[in-house]
Structure formats: structure tokens, C-alpha cells
């Protein structure tokens, strides 16, 4: 993969630079003032890799889950899916089948379960556009143009993300999706971060908006029924606390969720705006780091067709999240 001229400009806190680290093309948005970085692999469609924070008398400290190397990426990318973005679903689809327009579709790739799983570009390269730094931010928007690749997804459509490293350790992910067939499309869009503070989730302190949560069936789909939500509302501890469920939030003004490390009194605030209404959050076993996903529709949102997007030919699509990082 070719990539454009690096941009790194000494006379600004913010800078974007290119790494070749364990087997990965790694890109880098970093800000010297606040100690802030950020990086993404372009290879493995534009997959968050890392979020650096700077800790009082010691080491940075990786937020995200991440990969070792390529070798263990490349291993576990298709099952795990830990960093992925989704696109043009998220989570699954059962038996990997769907209608629209009357036409019925059918995945090529699907789990063992027989569900199409994330989407068609988690490991798909995406190309640097452009990189930008100012004063104000560093940027570097990457793009994957999908051209009718699986048998279940005949459609045209351009991706492209962009990230972007505000001061104050604040990170913007944007997806624009341009809709290139001549018929709307179906689509959804979504992020599948894994965050971790070094601290076991059990002592750990969650807190989101959701006046509502989606029942689901054996398979984790959604029946269609919303079911009232009471928990979370002010912070709870996550001790022995079983999650892998959607809720809708409820939008209001400041962040929608917050995951607090009261150890390490480190805050992570999440702001998904109105364009992801869905924020779905999974401990795995191991409980070392928890899965806080903004989507902009629930499972198998092509069959249930909630919050489904339909954008039409020529249409662009955007869909924004804000994660802000905090030491206190």
C-alpha cells in the first residue's frame, strides 16, 4: 500500500506520523501538549488500535485492546473483531439472510453459528486520503470504496473515516458513507472498541443515558420488544455484572456514557450524538476490558429494520462519536 508524505510540524503541538511495528502499518495522531496518541491501521479497515493517555509518575497507558502483533491480529481480527469498524452492518444477521425491495440476500461469510457477523470491511485496506494538522487538531481521513464484493451485499458505496485528535485528549470518529448504486441501500454503521485501564472490570464504575434496552432471544437477536431500563442511570459497579446487550439512549446534552476506573481515577466520556442511538456493551469472560459500541442501529437491523438507514443513490450518510479521556 502506498501511502502520501507524512505530515509531522515541529512548530505545532499536534502531529500525524506513520510506524512500521510488529508486522503493522501503523498511523499515529499525536498531541505533545497533552501527551495524547492515538493510532489506527489503514490495512485492516481503519481498525483503533491504540489510545495513549499520559499517567502521573508512570508509563502511557493504552486504553484499547489491542492486538500484539500481526501474526495474533490476523488470527483472531475474524473472530474477535476487537477495534473494528462495521460497516455496512454490525453484529449479526441470522443465517446471514435478509429482504429489501422485495429481493432476498444471502452473506458468503458467516460465523459458525451461520450469522453474517460485522459488517464486510473489518479487514478490508483503506487507502490515506489526506493527513492535516493544525492548531486546532490532527486528522488523517482514510477511504475503501466497496464495489458489490459479496453475493449478499450487491451494492456500490464509498467509506470514509475520519479520525481526528482534538486538544484535551478528545477523539473524533467520523464514517461518511456515499451510497454509489443506482437503488437505495441498506445500512448500518459501528465501532467495536474494547477499553481497558490495567484495572479488572469488576472494579470498575459504569454509568450511561438508556430509558430502554432491547429484549433479545437465545441467538442475541432482538424479538422487537423494548423493555424498560432502570439501571445505570448513576454509576454503578460492574462486579459480577453480566452484560451483552443494546440500549437506546436517550439523547440529551453532554456525554452518554462514562466508564470510570476509580483506582486509577481515569473517566472516559462517550458522545455519540443523534447519530448513534444504540450503544451496545459486552464484558467478555476474561473481565479485563469491556466492549462499549455506539451503533447506529441494534442486530439484524436489516430484518427488523431498527433505526435502519436507506440512503439514495448519490446520498451521502455521515455518523459521528466523541471519546474524551480523562485524569484526574
Not at 469498524?85 to 444471502?106: M, N, Q, V
Not at 455519540?272 to 467478555?284: A, N
Request: hydrophobic residues 35%; negative net charge.
Amino acid at each position: 500500500m502506498a501511502y502520501p508524505m507524512i505530515i509531522s510540524m515541529k512548530n505545532m503541538h499536534f502531529s500525524v506520523n506513520y510506524y512500521h511495528r510488529q508486522g503493522l502499518d501503523i498511523w499515529e495522531l499525536a498531541d505533545a501538549e497533552s501527551g495524547c496518541r492515538v493510532q489506527l491501521l489503514p490495512r485492516y479497515g481503519c481498525l483503533w488500535h491504540a489510545w495513549y493517555i499520559p499517567r502521573p509518575g508512570a508509563e502511557r497507558l493504552n486504553l484499547i485492546e489491542q492486538y500484539a502483533d500481526r501474526q495474533s491480529l490476523e488470527a483472531e481480527l475474524g473472530q474477535s473483531f476487537r477495534g473494528a469498524r462495521l460497516s455496512p452492518f454490525a453484529c449479526r444477521i441470522p443465517e446471514g439472510k435478509y429482504t429489501a425491495d422485495g429481493h432476498s440476500y444471502a452473506f458468503s461469510a458467516t460465523g459458525k453459528d451461520g450469522s453474517a457477523l460485522h459488517g464486510l470491511l473489518y479487514d478490508k485496506p483503506f487507502r490515506v486520503q489526506h493527513t492535516r494538522v493544525s492548531a486546532a487538531g490532527a486528522e488523517v481521513a482514510l477511504a475503501y470504496p466497496y464495489r458489490h464484493e459479496d453475493p449478499g451485499y450487491p451494492f456500490d458505496y464509498d467509506c470514509t473515516v475520519i479520525y481526528r485528535l482534538e486538544p484535551g485528549c478528545r477523539l473524533s470518529l467520523s464514517t461518511v458513507v456515499h451510497n454509489r448504486s443506482e437503488v437505495p441501500i441498506p445500512l448500518m454503521d459501528g465501532w467495536h472498541p474494547y477499553f481497558r485501564t490495567g484495572t479488572p472490570v469488576d472494579r470498575m464504575m459504569l454509568q450511561f443515558r438508556a430509558d430502554h434496552l432491547l429484549e433479545f432471544d437465545a441467538r442475541l437477536v432482538p424479538t422487537g420488544r423494548l423493555l424498560p431500563n432502570k439501571r445505570f442511570g448513576a454509576p454503578e459497579t460492574l462486579s459480577g455484572v453480566e452484560l451483552d446487550n443494546s440500549f437506546i439512549t436517550t439523547p440529551a446534552e453532554g456525554p452518554v456514557a462514562q466508564l470510570y476506573d476509580p483506582e486509577k481515577r481515569i473517566r472516559i466520556l462517550f458522545s455519540p450524538g443523534d447519530t448513534y442511538p444504540v450503544l451496545q456493551i459486552y464484558i467478555p469472560p476474561e473481565r479485563r476490558s469491556i466492549a462499549i459500541e455506539h451503533l447506529s442501529g441494534p442486530p439484524d437491523a436489516f430484518n427488523n429494520h431498527l433505526y435502519l438507514q436507506r440512503p439514495e443513490p448519490d446520498e451521502t450518510v455521515t455518523f459521528t462519536a466523541v471519546y474524551t479521556a480523562l485524569q484526574e
